[in-house]
């Protein structure tokens, strides 16, 4: 394992061990960031604990075109329960991420300075969000960074049935007009798999990062 220091770099991500644990320490800057995604390398820690990142093989991805709607989606869709905005209101859907209960989990992985720090890369034009609404109620969304050709997804929030789901739909439909290569899903959820996300090996992820 690799401690990082105050120079702004990381460790080659084969040197992760089996849990895809590549290194320790560092800051969450925005230049650190930004090379750490580049790198295919992203933080996941929790209060108290030193920051650590990671870079898992294989990784979970969602090639656009390989999006999967189910039936008893497409009736949402067009019963137009949700409405979905793009970028409209970060702040708000970083701290309901941070703040949702998910079952077996005893906290966020969302601490304040991770909060902040996105909040930061917001500004910067990086970091951006998918809002989905129910009347004027902001009711679920997802937020990520955007590298122009691949969108890394962080975490998304649902505080009613499909809303989170309906924000995922919305994205990955958006990126592929955009002509994006893929989104990050990070590590394996069978949420995302049944939407059409699929594990490929690093190196191959790493690839398509370098297009």
């Not at 580049?38 to 929790?46: D, Q, V």
């Not at 955007?146 to 929030?157: I, K, N, V």
């Not at 505080?159 to 290569?181: D, G, R, T």
Request: hydrophobic letters at 40%.
């Amino acid at each position: 394992m690799y401690l990082l220091s105050k120079e702004l770099l990381f460790p080659p991500v084969y040197l992760a061990n089996k849990d895809g644990l590549l290194a320790l320490g560092g800051d969450l800057s925005a230049e650190r960031l930004l090379l750490a995604y580049k790198s295919g390398i992203f933080p996941w820690y929790s209060e108290g604990e030193p920051i650590i990142w990671y870079s898992p093989d294989p990784r979970m991805v969602l090639f656009p075109k390989n999006l999967n709607i189910s039936k008893s989606m497409m009736q949402i869709i067009r019963k137009n329960q949700f409405r979905a905005t793009f970028n409209q209101n970060f702040s708000e859907v970083i701290s309901n991420c941070k703040n949702s209960y998910r079952e077996g989990q005893g906290g966020t992985w969302i601490t304040d300075v991770m909060e902040q720090a996105y909040n930061n890369l917001h500004k910067l034009g990086v970091a951006k969000s998918v809002e989905v609404w129910e009347g004027n109620e902001l009711v679920g969304g997802l937020y990520g960074i955007d590298l122009r050709h691949a969108f890394c997804g962080e975490s998304m929030f649902s505080k009613v049935s499909n809303a989170s789901k309906f924000a995922f739909i919305y994205l990955v439909q958006k990126l592929e007009k955009e002509h994006y290569k893929l989104i990050d899903c990070q590590v394996y959820n069978a949420h995302l798999a049944s939407l059409g996300a699929n594990e490929i090996s690093r190196s191959a992820f790493l690839t398509y990062l370098k297009k």
